[in-house]
């Protein structure tokens, strides 16, 4: 217990050392992002399979940012908690960390101790994310996440290293804009899929729709297809 409330202690140091050195009274941005979807669907893993209020609190400066993501099913089934740190070197190339801690088997969150950080207990997970954008000619994104600490074990209680890796490429059809997207698993895992292969596969169609001069709504619908769960599905959301 000790050594996680250290853990925790040095961390929370850590960010609030860097917010301090980026001036934030100065130069920051802090945006609120809340959204409804039908369902919680991601990296081609149905986490929640009933609708849901979803919200990103974000502070930028600069090329950092560092925020909190929630997300929190409306039956009470599902529930998330997140902390998320990134850095954008340049147009074509940025990295993030996200710490997720949600339910693993759709109890209450609260069942778990969120000071609890020894690997072999956690529930905690630490995702890293390399992203790649190369041109406005060529507009396609590649995304590679691993999972690098916290329940992500083999059956010996090894670390897995979950991979993921996405292709994005967006398009306009009929004057709409769709991004096109592509997700696999290189290597077999207990998170993504038992082989390697295509795990997510679809598009997401988006639209800004205006309510007032000042105020809009933005729409989505995302169909996706999981080839090796032999899976499909449409999810609706909306973002304030």
Not at 85 to 109: C, M, Q
Not at 209 to 216: A, L, Q, W
Request: proline share 2%.
């Amino acid at each position: 217990m000790k050594k996680s409330v250290l853990k925790l202690s040095v961390l929370f140091t850590l960010i609030i050392l860097f917010a301090s050195n980026m001036n934030v009274n100065a130069q920051g941005k802090v945006t609120v992002s809340p959204s409804v979807t039908t369902r919680h669907y991601w990296r081609g893993i149905m986490v929640s399979n009933t609708a849901n209020f979803e919200m990103d609190v974000a502070y930028t400066n600069k090329n950092f940012t560092f925020g909190a993501w929630g997300g929190y099913a409306f039956d009470n089934t599902y529930s998330e908690f997140d902390f998320h740190i990134g850095y954008k070197f340049n147009e074509h190339f940025n990295i993030a960390v996200w710490d997720l801690f949600a339910n693993r088997d759709r109890a209450s969150i609260d069942d778990y101790n969120y000071l609890d950080l020894d690997r072999s207990t956690t529930n905690h997970l630490i995702d890293a994310s390399f992203n790649f954008y190369f041109n406005e000619k060529f507009p396609l994104s590649v995304c590679v996440s691993t999972m690098l600490y916290g329940r992500d074990l083999d059956e010996n209680g090894d670390q897995n290293y979950s991979t993921y890796l996405e292709f994005g490429y967006p398009v306009t059809i009929g004057g709409e804009k769709i991004s096109l997207f592509a997700g696999l698993n290189p290597f077999e895992n207990q998170v993504y899929g038992e082989s390697v292969g295509f795990v997510n596969i679809g598009a997401t169609a988006t639209r800004d729709i205006k309510i007032t001069e000042s105020f809009s709504l933005n729409a989505w619908a995302k169909v996706a297809i999981n080839p090796q769960a032999e899976t499909a599905n449409l999810i609706l959301g909306i973002g304030f």
